[in-house]
């Protein structure tokens, strides 16, 4: 096992890393900008470094620092995280290069995934069921326009180098098509450096599926289950779920042996994600995702396995103790990415102090999150608060056990999106589990949402106020709660 494990990120992914490594008795090493020294997972490590200006670009995103804490606190292994150096093929290298272990797959594999018209050709001799498209580089726009022609309108012309949703745009027709083509290839040339584009048949109104595994070094490659992240806003994902509703055990051993056959074709070691998109019965290969992802937590309740825990064993070389036919899953699991943001307001993150804070808890609930009451909510980083998960025994219990945690969760001095979730999780096509990529929009949610913060605007007065009258620091966060109950029975009455 790893004598010491340097984190490579900050907040609550940073503190969930730690956490993994503490009951292994494995040391940490955590590493901060200026504006995190007083963050909580700087304190949670053994050692803490710091490595620079609070911009990303000047610390989260500096290799050579980043390895230079490695070296002299002696860390043998370093972990991502998700997001910052994740899937930087160069950061892998580097730490190979040096003879610290990256604890994700290697550095080719994470290249060879970056490409998107390589990972698709891959996947295409693996058969693994890809959108119909095309399997070279576009190389100029009449042949280009031809082919659009044929795989049928609409089509979306997709940047290599992209994903996650940065530069792709969906084209209707032929007289849009060449100006759409200029428009991504000038995008994905300054964004990427590389303007290489492909084009896929548009898959309408789709779901968002995906599968997560595990790899050893000797070949061993299983799927634990799948999550569903249809419910997103501009490629943020805002709630997940597992399994996902229209699983059954067949798709599921369908998608999953397919997700398997991915990982297996591009020698994948570690855990991952392989990404589908699924319609009307048919799934089909979006990309993989190489690394821990935000929403991994829900996956680890349904199957009852410590992800984080499997990535450090079988980074150190340790066989995967588990066959296919020993992964059993359990219930149903229901993320809330709980983020200061005003959906209001298009969103807009809210960052700034919480004043008051208290996170649900009782049977079944998870909250990972890096803050606490008093902590300053940096405009530097991305504003998620807490991941809020709840486990129930089916998806019915897991929906009303999520109503229930956002019915207690408590946060004062940043606007949050918990309005949101609420109207999320009062929807009926929601509890019917009738779920697409465009869910926000199809269902008027926002509407939804400006009527929940109107109903609870007297709940929060009563809250606030009473916060705000007890001299300083009186009010503790028990009675926040009190007050919360209070002002909604009587609104009720
Ligand atoms: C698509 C698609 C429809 N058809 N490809 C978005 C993220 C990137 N990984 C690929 N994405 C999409 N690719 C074809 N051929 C729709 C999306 C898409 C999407 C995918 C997953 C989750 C949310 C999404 C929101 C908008 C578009």
């Not at 199809?442 to 109107?454: A, G, Q, R, S």
């Amino acid at each position: 096992m790893f004598k010491k494990i340097l984190v490579a990120n900050r907040g609550e992914i940073a503190i969930r890393i730690m956490r993994a490594c503490r009951e292994l008795d494995i040391p940490t090493v955590a590493v901060y900008s200026e504006a995190d020294k007083n963050a909580l997972f700087a304190k949670y490590a053994d050692e803490s470094y710091p490595i620079g200006p609070a911009p990303s670009s000047k610390s989260y995103l500096d290799i050579n620092k980043i390895l230079d804490v490695a070296e002299e606190s002696g860390a043998d292994g370093i972990h991502p995280g998700y997001g910052f150096l994740s899937e930087n093929p160069e950061f892998a290298r580097e730490c190979e290069k040096r003879g610290i272990t990256f604890i994700g797959p290697s550095s080719d594999v994470i290249e060879k995934m970056g490409s998107k018209i390589s990972a698709r050709n891959i996947m295409i001799d693996a058969d693994v069921p890809v959108v119909p498209g095309t399997e070279e580089p576009i190389e100029d726009v009449n042949t280009a326009i031809d082919i659009a022609e044929s795989i049928g309108f609409p089509v979306i012309i997709k940047a290599s180098a992209g994903g996650g949703g940065i530069g792709m745009k969906v084209v209707h027709s032929r007289e849009e098509f060449e100006k759409s083509l200029n428009s991504i290839q000038s995008v994905a040339s300054s964004a990427f450096g590389d303007s290489t584009v492909f084009i896929e048949k548009y898959v309408e109104e789709p779901r968002h599926i995906e599968i997560q595994i595990l790899a050893d070094k000797y070949g061993n490659t299983i799927y634990l289950s799948d999550r569903e992240c249809s419910i997103q806003r501009r490629h943020q994902k805002l709630i997940e779920e597992a399994p996902s509703p229209i699983m059954t055990p067949e798709l599921r051993k369908e998608m999953g042996e397919a997700a398997v056959r991915a990982a297996k074709a591009i020698g994948y070691e570690n855990a991952g994600t392989v990404e589908f998109l699924y319609s009307k019965g048919e799934f089909y290969f979006l990309e993989v995702n190489t690394r821990l992802q935000v929403e991994h937590a829900i996956t680890e309740m349904i199957n009852g396995i410590d992800i984080v825990k499997k990535q450090l064993y079988i980074a150190c070389g340790e066989k995967l103790p588990y066959k296919q036919e020993d992964m059993d899953i359990r219930g149903s699991a229901i993320e809330c990415r709980i983020n200061a943001e005003d959906p209001l307001n298009d969103f807009a993150p809210s960052p700034g102090k919480i004043r008051r804070y208290r996170s649900s808890g009782g049977p079944g609930v998870r909250v990972d999150s890096g803050v606490h009451m008093g902590y300053t909510i940096s405009p530097y980083y991305d504003s998620m608060i807490s991941k809020l998960c709840v486990w129930g025994k089916n998806r019915d219990e897991a929906i009303n056990r999520m109503k229930r945690a956002l019915f207690e969760y408590v946060v004062v001095g940043v606007t949050t999106n918990i309005p949101f979730h609420k109207a999320i999780l009062e929807n009926d096509a929601f509890r019917r589990g009738e779920l697409t990529t465009h869910f926000i929009d199809t269902h008027n949610i926002l509407e939804d949402v400006e009527k929940i913060v109107d109903k609870e605007a007297n709940r929060n007065m009563t809250l606030a106020s009473a916060l705000d009258n007890q001299n300083q620091k009186v009010a503790a966060v028990t009675s926040a709660v009190n007050a919360y109950l209070d002002g909604y029975k009587k609104q009720n009455q």
